[in-house]
């Protein structure tokens, strides 16, 4: 019997892949909001305050879409290429 299986059956290691990947998609949205939050509130609030001017609140907005449009085209090559590579094995 293997040690690392525990003696798990097929659905429970099923059952627990999926709950490795929910867990891996959690930490990997809160990164990129966290990443996501930093660099545009570097790049678009000079003086923090009270509030957020028009003109901020405009590059927040704009800097976010940007980012996860960014995002969203490495996530999509990434997973592209994982497949490409695993075709060609």
Same mark, same amino acid.
């Given at each position: ?25 959690? &930490?990997?949205?809160?990164?990129? /909001?966290?990443?996501?939050?930093? $660099? #545009?509130?570097?790049? %678009?609030? &000079?003086?923090?305050?009270?509030? /957020?001017?028009?003109?901020?609140? $405009? #590059?927040?907005?704009? %800097? ?26």
């Amino acid at each position: 019997m293997d040690s690392l299986s525990g003696g798990l059956t097929s659905s429970q290691k099923d059952e627990l892949m999926d709950q490795v990947k929910q867990q891996i998609a959690v &930490a990997n949205a809160q990164e990129l /909001l966290t990443k996501m939050t930093e $660099k #545009c509130f570097k790049k %678009c609030i &000079a003086k923090p305050g009270t509030s /957020l001017d028009s003109s901020e609140q $405009k #590059c927040i907005a704009m %800097c976010m879409d940007r980012y996860m449009d960014s995002w969203n085209l490495v996530s999509k090559t990434y997973s592209l290429r994982i497949q490409k590579e695993r075709s060609i094995m």
